[in-house]
């Protein structure tokens, strides 16, 4: 601080009664201006527009992360919220502050401490949390969300410093409105759900799940602009069956095994109540990572009813289903002139093949044509209509061959000859070399989607499907691969992780007051992704746009939608914007700090 300003302080600190000087102006002043009396001060950003809805004053500031700016407090908001000397005296602005974040995270030593040190981060400081992962996104993404949260969920006990979101168990029933409301937002419109049983590839998580909806609603801010405030992440505590946790001293939930069947089903129908009870009918509702057995069956019982989505099903259908379109530009191929084979018949593949089915029939296919296209293999072979012993469930069903049973993918990618492979089932390396060279051989350029997550699921590595297609193929996969470099050329392996979609998504249902998500907005989600990924991208190898333009990916989801609630009256935000793009643009959430200051507000004229 320069010693004319250190001396404006001890001044003001000598003026009398100074909080209610600055609080009269507050009140009384109506001519504006600004006066910079700190050491460095942004003289070239406007002062954005004050903050209103903060009556904590002190202390208090400083502890509450979506207020707290720390040394970016200028020295008028110290004297105005009682915080001068709370904080060192040094004004620094929010770029020199992410010059400091960026220097911490890259002195951590491994993957999960850089996830420690932005989770306290968010916790202190979320404007400047938010700030950072807008925009370094390609290098925090990874930590934030897949794969290294995967590695936080497993180790959420140890890693464990302070909640976030709500926790709601199972012996909580009959109260959970009542828990809802103890929730500080009054004005939550988005919520992501899981119960742990299916977190990512790896299995029964339990309430160690929670960095699943943490993580997903932290891309809701940084990539999909919602304010965080409106956010609510939460977690169903039924117990857990993974027996490793439930021995786990450091167990944050109950350890006791599921609770399943009719309790269950009437928990989860007292959650959605209170929910809607809470926060209004048109509250955004995403599934995340329940176990195949309830995803299918909530998505069916309450699409129609609420305003939910399954993003496993739906989200990862339309992310794939962008990446089968910007391929085509590859192959030069029709849609319906694919076969598809699929590794897996859960929650992606099937989502993935109804909305492949779907696209073809808007394209003038009989839908048993187009689901003939379709190969399925579960882990018990290729889906056949006479399975012996168990049968399938309706969802594989639809899928299945009128054939005799074959064993192995191998043996099926071999029988069927695909043009698209997609795994999907969290086998790792299921894609074996001969898999991969029977498609470079069936092939000129074959598509292979490896979209198990996290990084340790995936089905083959991008390393392995370039060198035994001899760069050939058409790859994407659902946690993050770095380029790899073959014979001189360099490909840039698409992510083909639904996080493209779900953001987008969300805001538009969020800005439009959408009141149910049906299959077509994710076909339009899908179209209006696949059709972002330029020729560019293409000859670098990327089937996506690079996550640098994913904010801008989500706002032409979100625009997409908007256009098409509107005209199947499915909106509920009136009167219905002109210019949607422009309307949504303007909900978008912006990290910038704000200002404390009234832009009346002025230095007291006894102080110089
Ligand atoms: O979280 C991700 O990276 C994608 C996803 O939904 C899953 O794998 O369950
Ligand atoms: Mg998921």
Known sequence: MSVMASRTVIKLQRTRNLASILNSQVRSSTAFHTSSKTCTQDEDKPRKKLINHSRLRGIDILRTPKLNKGQAFTLEERQLMGIQGLLPSCVINQDQQMTRVMANFHNRKSDVDRYVYLMALKDRNERLFYRCLTEHTEEMMP???????????QEYGVLYRKPRGLFISIHDKGHIYDMMCNWHEEDVKAIVVTDGERILGL???????MGIPVGKLALYTALGGITPDQTLPIVLDVGTNNETLQKD??????????VTGQAYDDFIDEFMEAVVARYGQNTLIQFEDFANHNAFRFLEKYRN??????????GTAAVAAAGVFASLKCTGKKLGEN??????????????????VLAMEQEGMSSEEAISKIWMVDSRGLLVKDRPAGGLTEHKLLFAKDQAPIDTLADVVKASKPSILIGAAAVPGAFTESI????????EKP?????????????????????????RCVFASGSPFLPVTLNGKTFHPGQGNN??????????AIVCGIRHISEDVFLKAAQTLGKLVTEEHLAEGRLYPPLSDIQDVSLKIATGIAEMVYKSGNASTYPEPENKEEFIRNHLYDADYESFVPETWTWPDNVN
């Open 203 to 209: 299995g029964d998580l339990g309430v160690y799940g």
């Open 447 to 471: 598509v292979i989607f490896a979209l198990s997550n996290p990084t340790s699921m995936s089905e083959c590595t991008a390393e392995q499907a370039y060198k035994f297609t001899d760069g």
């Open 499 to 508: 996080a493209y979609i779900f953001p987008g998504i969300a805001l538009g």
């Open 436 to 443: 991969i060279k029977d498609m470079a051989m069936f092939n």
């Open 339 to 356: 076969v598809f084979c699929f590794q897996g018949a859960g929650e992606a593949s099937i989502g993935i093949a109804s909305l492949l």
């Open 143 to 153: 930590i934030v969300y897949t794969p290294t949260v995967g590695q936080a969920c």
């Open 249 to 258: 001293p450091l167990y944050i939930g109950h350890n006791h095994p599921r």
């Open 305 to 314: 009813k609420y305003c939910v989505f399954n993003d496993d099903i739906q």
